[in-house]
Nanobody, 126 residues
Framework: QLQLVESGGGLVQPGGSLRLSCAAP????????IGWWRQAPGKEREGVAC????????NYADSVKGRFTISRDSTKNTVYLQMDSLKPEDTAVYYC???????????????????WGQGTQVTVSS
């Protein structure tokens, strides 16, 4: 069973940056589409970004376009979410998720994912 491990969360001031990582120890992520989702206290989980297995497709939520960048490094078997110009409203637990067919939905609200990580906390506050 694929197990996803997120890392890189923490406390950052508004305007700062963080890079989240999603890895799968012992498994190759090459054939999986990967998505990043987040859930703030009292809110529903929302899609943030996704990347297809080939990296040809990347999609973002409107709220993060131009600030967040998703990428993958097959040599490190890791998918990244670079988050710049962070805002207090970006505070949430961030999850990565994997989808067997390697896709990245055009609508970031679609959840085709088969596997989920445990999440990493991101707090944006002064």
């Amino acid at each position: 069973q694929l197990q996803l491990v997120e890392s890189g969360g923490g406390l950052v001031q508004p305007g700062g940056s963080l890079r989240l990582s999603c890895a799968a120890p012992g498994f190759s992520l090459d054939s999986y589409g990967i998505g990043w989702w987040r859930q703030a206290p009292g809110k529903e989980r929302e899609g943030v970004a996704c990347i297809s297995s080939s990296s040809a497709s990347k999609n973002y939520a409107d709220s993060v376009k131009g600030r967040f960048t998703i990428s993958r490094d097959s040599t490190k078997n890791t998918v990244y979410l670079q988050m710049d110009s962070l805002k207090p409203e970006d505070t949430a637990v961030y999850y990565c998720a994997a989808e067997r067919l390697g896709g990245c939905p055009r609508s970031i609200t679609i959840q085709p994912y088969d596997f989920w990580g445990q999440g990493t906390q991101v707090t944006v506050s002064s």
